[in-house]
């Protein structure tokens, strides 16, 4: 009898709070102004969790959209489920169109930013670079150090700080419910806050590949470039998707520790060590995930 296959969980950080995807649903915890812990829970699409949420390549797409879609969703409930004071009110849905324009614009810029602006910068240092391979290497290292710098100057902003520490929160809870162990504060101090399936290690990860793919194509005409840069995205998001799926799952193979090792070192940037009520808000997000995986509605047990 074939064995199920295991679920890795996964969430992330939002205004004084954290999301956990489970298997079923999404659950937000966030931490009010009143000092209280408010837990929305959501169902997931079919879409994202059907038959093609197993199949290699797609499932990278498919995970890039849906973190997405329930990061902008999460983001946009969290902050006003933390700026009421009563419990029982709740954030307002976020239309269609809101979502699509949240999405798009960073989106958007993040392309431009990171993609279309070092291939410019780097097609202007092309006179001095006579080598088409030397040429995409500069390019990737300008993307590097720019994604780098990006991580680097908004962590700076207290409230990124803040935000960077429910980061911590959300990978160590996440550490304690894979090493078996009961969703309490004192387990979850046991573990460091960097995480191999971190989403900082998948932004890591898609420059690197980037690196690679891009160098193999030569130097063509500059359109053919810029066209290559935005077409040939959900390619190395798909294969980032699998490469940080394999160090995730394999983290006791040299393979997936050396694959796990610079998006660990990343995290050093985005991840913060956390407060105690900061760990309670990612425990309620993860309890209220496996309670919905249990098919059992959601009890906030006590948190030692």
């Known amino acids: 009898m074939a064995q ?30 009143d000092g209280t812990i408010s837990v929305h829970q959501e169902p997931l699409s079919a879409l994202y969790s059907g038959r093609l949420r197993n199949v290699p390549m797609v499932r990278g797409v498919l995970t890039l959209v ?26 307002q849905e976020m239309s269609s169109t809101a979502l699509a324009a949240t999405m798009t614009l960073p989106i958007g810029l993040g392309v431009v930013i990171f993609f279309l602006l070092p291939l410019l910068i780097a097609r202007a240092l092309d006179p001095l670079v006579s080598s ?6 500069v390019e990737g ?10 991580i680097w100057g908004i962590g700076r902003a207290k409230d990124i700080r803040r935000v960077f ?20 504060v004192a387990n979850a101090r046991r573990f460091g806050t960097p995480h191999p399936r971190c989403g900082t290690a998948f932004l890591l990860a898609v420059v690197l590949v980037s690196i690679i793919i891009f160098a193999l194509l030569g130097r063509p005409p500059i359109e053919w470039r ?29 393979m997936g520790r050396v694959l796990a090792y610079p998006g660990l070192l990343m995290q050093q940037l985005t991840t913060r060590k956390p407060e105690d009520d900061q760990i309670e808000v990612a425990i309620h997000a993860m309890q209220a995930a496996l309670a919905a995986d249990a098919g059992r509605e ?3 047990g006590a948190l030692a």
């Open 66 to 91: 849906e973190t997405l879609v329930l990061g902008a969703k999460a983001l946009h409930r969290s902050t006003q489920m933390a700026m009421h004071d009563h419990p029982s009110v709740q954030g």
């Open 165 to 184: 520490a429910y980061h911590g929160a959300e990978h160590m809870v996440v550490h304690t419910h894979e090493a078996g162990l009961p969703l309490t």
């Open 226 to 254: 810029i066209l290559s840069r935005i077409l040939l995205l959900p390619v190395i998001a798909a294969l980032s998707y699998e490469i940080i799926r394999f160090s995730g799952g394999h983290p006791g193979a040299w």
């Open 132 to 137: 088409p391979l030397v040429s995409n290497l």
């Open 4 to 33: 199920p296959r295991k679920f890795f969980y996964g969430g992330q950080a939002v205004i004084e709070g954290v999301l956990i995807r489970g298997q079923r649903s999404s659950s937000l915890a966030v931490r009010r102004k």
């Open 141 to 150: 290292l300008i993307r590097l150090l720019l994604l780098l710098g990006y």
């Open 298 to 300: 959601y009890q906030p």
